[in-house]
């Protein structure tokens, strides 16, 4: 951590305070290197502190020689315990001896400072238990080159500070700023948790940042893929590297872990315990629904370890300004969300109806209570699902559309509305849990037994954009036809073969790539969800003075 904060003071508050961990290049080659460090093996000596005698002769020839690999050590003075790659020596005189993964950087001290910082900080755990230690070593594994690091009164002097000052930071509570366009951000394995320049951007406050200073420095898109599981009887299993689904004996499909970003399980699928320990280890959520859709329930490992956003939320949760705040620019971007979707689809959308949309969204903004608020997002919905047939451009009796439906959908495109609806509550579960949000608790919708207020509370601004144009698209484009349907008293669901139909379409829309409104770079919707609930972490941690609503133009 000492490293880690004299690298950037924010990312040890990331790592230590708020338990945020992500791989990049940098950890998983790191951890490839040191793969054979990290395996215990030789032994120091007794502590010379420890022993009556005393420390004795650095000079004795006839001195144990000590190859030690991956020694923890520790000092209650210092307060500091470190794991320690190799220690070298002989007699009471060591070395720590630290494993880089990378070249060795062309600098006259022949290494950056928080690798020096490092391996002083190592020397003097050594020192502090009675070893003589007057140099650290770095071992570049690249260049296969060892630069050795004087522990001079100069870095003894700066790691002391550098201690003092982490210590200092954490019990603060405040989280240092990002750092400002600085080319460390870019190699960063938290960049996409810390969001530095997106930050700085919407808290610039005075300060000359423009949008075009953010810069996009998380991939657009995630690689890993959900993946599904809807035929009844099938058992999902562990199989080495990779998840297997089985009927009977007969495979089905077999996914690499690595590639998996959740697993969604509909009606009767089973999972055997070793699959679900080794996705709980992976951090891989399982989720489970009804056979005809409706979300049930998520297994998800230890859970986020971040208690200090926990704690933020629900006393923003209970502070009656706070949650009308967060719950106007929800409403505020839905409503003018649903606008654009008329906008962009409707053959000939009314000007009243637009203008109706705009005045209820500007209501929103200054609604008094959630009371009045609950009262505007109701009128602006009748407004919008007033038009909505307007969107459907295929003349059919099985998708004419005459309003909103449910609990049980009555009609095909109500069928897809909810079935869409529960994979989009379904991401922003997975999203707030990923954040360390307890999806239970919101803002906006109230706490009810069993209710995602949170996760109903996220998708608030992202329904119409994703899971109504979803459905427009699937209609209009001749996808979903009466046989994806089926029908049992006054009920609609989609068949096995129209799920599939919708789940493809669904990811397709996730993947996609759009140009984000504030910030301009380009990037995947299911990372914009991701983004939104991390800018909602930064608003009730204090760094942003409000929650910036995702709105598309
Ligand atoms: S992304 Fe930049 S500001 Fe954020 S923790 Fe990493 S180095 Fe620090």
């Not at 522990?151 to 405040?174: C, K, N, Y």
């Not at 699902?385 to 307007?390: D, H, L, M, N």
Request: hydrophobic share 40%; aromatic share 8%.
């Amino acid at each position: 951590m000492l490293n880690e904060y004299a690298y950037c003071p924010r990312l040890a508050y990331l790592e230590w305070v708020q338990g945020e961990f992500a791989d990049s290049v940098d950890t998983v080659e790191g951890r490839f290197q040191h793969r054979r460090v990290d395996r215990p093996s030789g032994g120091l000596p007794p502590s010379p502190a420890d022993e009556e005698a005393g420390p004795g002769d650095d000079d004795d020839p006839t001195a144990e020689t000590i190859h030690a690999r991956s020694v923890l050590i520790s000092d209650q003075a210092l307060g500091v315990i470190a794991r320690i790659d190799l220690i070298e020596g002989q007699g009471n005189a060591v070395i720590p001896v630290d494993y880089k993964h990378g070249k060795t950087p062309d600098l006259p001290e022949g290494a950056w400072e928080p690798e020096r910082v490092l391996v002083c900080i190592q020397g003097l755990l050594l020192r502090a238990n009675g070893y003589t230690c007057s140099q650290g070593m770095l071992y570049f594994v690249e260049s296969r080159q060892r630069i050795a690091v004087p522990l001079d009164d100069a870095l003894v002097s700066r790691t002391l500070e550098l201690l003092s000052g982490i210590r200092d930071m954490a019990s603060s509570g405040r989280i240092p700023q990002p750092l400002e366009d600085s080319p460390k951000c870019p190699r960063c394995s938290l960049v996409g948790i810390c969001l530095p320049d997106e930050v700085n951007f919407l808290s610039a406050q005075g300060r000359a940042i423009t949008r075009e200073d953010v810069r996009r420095m998380a991939p657009a898109r995630d690689d890993s893929i959900p993946v599904y599981v809807q035929t009844q009887g099938a058992v999902v299993g562990k199989s080495g590297e990779q998840l297997e689904v089985k009927q009977k004996s007969q495979v089905l499909q077999r996914v690499r872990l690595m590639e998996i970003s959740h697993l969604a399980l509909f009606g009767n699928v089973q999972v055997t315990t070793q699959a679900v320990r080794e996705l709980c280890d992976r951090s891989i959520p399982i989720c489970y629904f009804t056979y005809g859709g409706w979300f049930r329930g998520i297994t998800n490992g230890m859970g986020h370890k971040n208690v200090e956003l926990r704690c933020r939320q629900f006393m923003g949760a209970v502070t009656s300004e706070a949650a009308l705040s967060i719950s106007r620019q929800l409403v505020f971007g839905k409503i003018k969300n649903c606008r654009t979707m008329l906008r962009r689809n409707h053959r000939e959308v009314p000007s009243a109806t637009l203008a109706e949309l705009n005045r209820l969204a500007d209501r929103a903004l200054t609604a008094p209570s959630l009371d009045t608020l609950l009262g505007i997002e109701g009128a602006a919905a009748r407004t919008y699902f007033s038009e909505f047939q307007g969107m459907i451009k295929i003349r059919s009796v099985a998708f004419d559309f005459q309003g909103r439906n449910r609990r049980p959908p009555r009609d095909p495109v109500n069928a897809v509305l909810s079935f869409l609806y529960a994979m989009l509550i379904k991401q922003a579960m997975i999203a707030a849990i990923t954040v360390g949000f307890d999806p239970y608790l919101g803002f906006y919708h109230q706490p009810k037994y069993g209710k995602p207020a949170l996760a109903l509370d996220l998708v608030e601004e992202f329904r119409p954009i994703i899971a109504d144009s979803v459905c427009i698209s699937l209609i209009n484009n001749g996808e979903l036809g009466t046989g994806h349907f089926v029908t049992r008293g006054h009920a609609t669901a989609l068949a096995p073969n129209g799920r599939r139909k919708v789940i493809e379409s669904y990811e397709r829309r996730m993947d996609a790539l759009v140009t984000h409104p504030l910030f301009g770079y380009s990037v995947s919707y299911r990372r914009i969800l991701e983004i939104q609930v991390r800018l909602l972490a930064r608003h009730l941690l204090g760094e942003l003075p409000s929650y910036p609503v995702f709105r598309t133009r």
